[in-house]
T-cell receptor, first 114, second 109 residues
Framework: IAGITQAPTSQILAAGRRMTLRCTQD?????MYWYRQDLGLGLRLIHY???????GKGEVPDGYSVSRANTDDFPLTLASAVPSQTSVYFC?????????????FGPGTRLTVT | RKEVEQDPGPFNVPEGATVAFNCTYS??????FFWYRQDCRKEPKLLMS?????NEDGRFTAQLNRASQYISLLIRDSKLSDSATYLC??????????WGAGTKLIIKP
């Protein structure tokens, strides 16, 4: 592994189903993030984690949950998917969360909720 | 008003030309600024950070105007490979990134 991986690459999901998007990084970065990207809008932060064991809410956290049991993994769970959660989801990481630290992104997961 | 605003474009530019686009931000307390590049259906990648004094990286020049609250990106001698969406990003006081929706650039041969 080099960088950040996400799984699945794409998914079609029935409304009401539970889904976990996986994210793994091998850079030993402390901070990790989940964004969603919708057409015509900038990336919007869903949840973040400053370091293993801590998480925080971003701009659009409703309907999503995260956990950070270790440094490398940061899964995003949709408890009961709704069509408005159709989007492209990007996981990212940075060495720290402070000023000036570059964020590195995974390849994204394209999720369609029907 | 959006916190970070960009002209969505597309900017259609002939190869070899110079192109520039701006990005405005609303929070005067913002301290860190970046340009990211995103190719179609790919993840964003950092193009360059934007420093108060302005900075240059090859054909790319980024500038910050704090008084008017905008940052700019200038691309000289544009290449076909420069075709992409350019995302303006501002880091707020909580260290979270606020993203513009992007400016689409198409370089034509």
């Amino acid at each position: 592994i080099a960088g950040i991986t996400q799984a699945p690459t794409s998914q079609i999901l029935a409304a009401g189903r539970r889904m976990t998007l996986r994210c793994t990084q091998d850079m030993r970065h402390n901070a990790m993030y989940w964004y969603r990207q919708d057409l015509g809008l900038g990336l919007r932060l869903i949840h973040y984690s400053n370091t293993a064991g801590t998480t925080g809410k971003g701009e659009v956290p409703d309907g999503y949950s995260v956990s950070r049991a270790n440094t490398d993994d940061f899964p995003l769970t949709l408890a009961s998917a709704v069509p408005s959660q159709t989007s492209v989801y990007f996981c990212a990481s940075s060495e720290w969360m402070g000023q000036g630290y570059e964020q590195y992104f995974g390849p994204g997961t394209r999720l369609t909720v029907t | 008003r959006k916190e970070v605003e960009q002209d969505p474009g597309p900017f259609n530019v002939p190869e070899g030309a110079t192109v520039a686009f701006n990005c405005t931000y609303s929070n005067s307390a913002s301290q860190s600024f970046f340009w990211y590049r995103q190719d179609c259906r790919k993840e964003p990648k950092l193009l360059m950070s934007v420093y108060s004094s302005g900075n240059e990286d090859g054909r790319f020049t980024a500038q910050l105007n704090r008084a008017s609250q905008y940052i700019s990106l200038l691309i000289r001698d544009s290449k076909l490979s420069d075709s992409a969406t350019y995302l303006c990003v501002v880091k707020d006081s909580n260290y979270q990134l606020i993203w513009g929706a992007g400016t689409k650039l198409i370089i034509k041969p």
